[in-house]
């Protein structure tokens, strides 16, 4: 059964710092890795990954993918307290029945 | 807004009723997702269309079904509910039918008492 685990469950941080959160997948004929934040209600798209090793940012976020490892990390750097949210890691697969599998997210918390 | 519309916001019923969500996809996106978050499950994918016809199937109960109407709007029906189906329903919508980004719609939450 496809698996995603994310790590921590939850954090709180003061703003500034910077915080690393953790996605690990266990996918059959995986294509990609999507991560997500979810404030209030709906998920927002963040980033698609799909190579190895190529970073993608976006302002303060970045994130990266090691497929060897079948692990990905979000990055958020000099984090404000808008960053709070659940940040959701989902991995996708090939073929005709493709689909997203969701990790339970991590939540994070920036304090004053 | 990610442009993708869900109806109702809210629900509440009673156990061994049965419920209609509806979703209307994003302007040009054939494919329509639906996926359930609870507290204890985290956000679990239920059932994909795509231009009508169903793509994909994840943890969907046979109390549920779907479908995709000509005008690409997708309802989701839950029947003989119970307390366990209490949880937030997404809709979300992408263009192709392995649509990486898929666009989340502001969700139906569901209380089952």
């Known amino acids: 059964e496809d698996k995603v685990v994310q790590s921590p469950l939850s954090l709180v941080v003061h703003e500034g710092d910077t915080v690393t959160l953790n996605c690990s997948y266990e996918?059959?004929?995986?294509?990609?890795l999507l991560w997500y934040k979810q404030e209030k209600k709906a998920p927002t798209f963040l980033f698609m990954l799909?190579?190895?090793?190529i970073e993608k940012k976006s302002g303060r976020l970045s994130s990266i993918l090691d497929k060897k490892e079948l692990f990905s990390i979000l990055n958020i750097t000099a984090t404000q307290t808008g960053d709070s949210a659940v940040y959701l890691c989902?991995?996708?697969?090939?073929?005709?029945?493709?689909?997203?599998?969701f990790g339970t997210g991590t939540r994070l918390q920036v304090t004053l | 807004d990610s442009g993708v519309t869900q109806t109702p916001k809210h629900l509440i019923t009673a156990t061994g009723q049965r419920v209609t969500l509806r979703c209307s996809p994003r302007s040009g996106d054939l494919s329509v997702y639906w996926y359930q978050q609870s507290l204890d499950q985290g956000l679990q994918f239920l059932i994909q269309y795509y231009n009508g016809e169903e793509r994909a199937k994840g943890n969907i109960l046979e109390r549920f079904s779907a479908q995709q109407f000509p005008d690409l709007h997708s309802e989701l029906n839950l029947s003989s509910l119970e307390l366990g189906d209490s949880a937030l329903y997404f809709c979300a919508s992408s263009v192709a039918p392995q649509g990486e980004t898929q666009y989340f719609g502001p969700g139906t939450r569901l209380l089952v008492l």
């Open positions: 989902a991995a996708r697969n090939t073929g005709t029945a493709s689909k997203l599998t």
């Open positions: 799909t190579s190895s090793g």
């Open positions: 996918v059959t004929n995986f294509r990609s």
